[in-house]
């Protein structure tokens, strides 16, 4: 089955371009979905959080203080590492075992900070949604209540949109409208259904 991994910069269209995908019976392996079940209440990665970080970062029901955790990693690099070292490779083992449930021509796996958590070798082929920050920034604004200031800081924190795509297999424009979104979505699906080998 071919493994394409489909990442871009906050607010760049990947859950709009994942549900083109989807609609046309393509499955679909979220990363971040499988991140917030990795942590749920009960769940071993969240007591090492809680060993890691102190009960803080946990609140009064069990669950994951995200607030106080996203808090907590922007300013400290370190604890940022922390993090990573105990969510990363449970992340990696989980879209593994999902791929190994599949049975498709290909499949689309989202995996929003790609490059940055070097995930990489789980895709065979890198798909990149695209559009300009500056309508990165409107489209968050809109959807999130966030402050240009703050979704800067966000774009800021991940690789830049040049070198993204510099990595890139195939790129979907999400600068147009969305009609123009689905036919970039047909095409690539007759690619990969062309260049899959079951
Ligand atoms: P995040 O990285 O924050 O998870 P994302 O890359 O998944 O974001 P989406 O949630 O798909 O991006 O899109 C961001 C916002 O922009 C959403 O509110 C979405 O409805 C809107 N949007 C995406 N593509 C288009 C488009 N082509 N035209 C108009 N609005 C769009």
Known sequence: MLKIGLTGGIG??????????????????????????LVAVGQPALKRIQTEFGAAVI???????????RERIFSDA????????????LIYAAIQAKINQLTA????????????????????????IDCPVGQQIE????????????????????????????KADDIINNSATDADLG??????????????TL
């Open 12 to 37: 760049s269209g990947k859950t709009t371009v994942t549900q083109l995908f989807a609609a046309l019976n393509v499955p679909i392996i979220d990363a971040d979905e499988l991140a917030h079940q």
């Open 105 to 128: 021509a290909y499949c689309i796996i989202c995996v929003p900070l790609l490059f940055e958590t070097q995930m990489t070798a789980i895709a065979d082929r890198i798909l990149i």
């Open 59 to 69: 609140n009064a029901d069990g669950s994951l203080n995200r607030k106080e955790m």
């Open 139 to 166: 489209r968050v604004k809109l959807r999130d209540q966030l402050t240009r200031e703050k979704i800067q800081a966000i774009i800021d924190s991940q690789i830049s949109r040049e070198n993204r795509l510099s």
């Open 183 to 196: 036919q970039q979505v047909k095409a690539l699906h007759h690619l990969y259904i062309s260049l899959s």
């Open 78 to 89: 370190a604890a940022k590492n922390t993090l990573e070292v105990i969510l990363h490779p």
